[in-house]
């Protein structure tokens, strides 16, 4: 019990580190986390499948079931959100951006979530990325005292590698890619 609270510990100083350094706007640190362990992990999922049963159509919902128990058999979850009233402060602040801080704002939380997934990788620690906001959005904030200005972005949900990822498709090259000198 011991090893296992202090795994959660470090993992929380990890992910609190990590959002601390990624970068902002600005300096806006406009991103806002709440990571999840144990029963608070396992009623994200049982909330979120409690949601999607009458937004799923009822053959596929077995396959919503699977996946869901399976985020819910991980170690835990990150709630990624962003706090809307840096946005609109820094707005105000700044008219002459004020277009470009909620764009700003949305790739901070990018580029904070892409260094978390990482900064878990490094300690082998499987994560995937998740999006069920605006759906869960609601009951998620009254679960737990989420401010009405913090709005949902992503979950990423954290544990042992169970399965190598999939492999993946790519594009071509010539469709993505453009050099010049």
């Known amino acids: 019990m ?3 609270f202090s795994s959660l510990i470090l993992q929380f100083k990890l992910v609190k580190e990590v959002v601390r350094e990624s970068p902002t706007a600005f300096n806006s640190q406009t ?3 709440v990571v999840l362990f144990d029963d608070a992990h396992k009623k994200l999922w049982s909330i979120t499948e409690e949601v999607l049963k009458p937004l799923t159509p009822e053959e596929n919902f077995p396959a919503t ?3 869901l ?5 991980a170690k835990g979850t990150i709630l990624f959100y962003e706090d809307t009233d840096v946005v609109k402060t820094l707005q105000e602040q700044f008219e002459l951006y ?3 801080f909620p764009i700003w704002s949305d790739q901070a939380s990018g580029l904070t979530q892409a260094n978390v997934w990482t900064a878990l990788a490094e300690k082998n620690i499987g994560a995937n990325l998740q999006h069920y ?3 869960i959005d609601e009951k998620v904030a009254a679960e737990w005292d989420i401010p009405a200005n913090w ?4 979950q990423l949900v954290f544990g042992s590698i169970e ?3 999939a492999e993946k498709e790519y594009i071509e090259d010539e469709n993505r890619f453009r050099v010049f000198k």
Do not use: S
């Open 2 to 4: 011991v090893f296992y």
């Open 31 to 33: 991103q806002r986390v």
């Open 98 to 100: 004020a277009e470009n």
């Open 151 to 154: 709005k949902l972005r992503a």
């Open 65 to 67: 079931q699977e996946k």
């Open 69 to 73: 128990q399976g985020f819910a058999n």
């Open 133 to 135: 906001n605006p759906v």
């Open 163 to 165: 399965a190598e990822p």
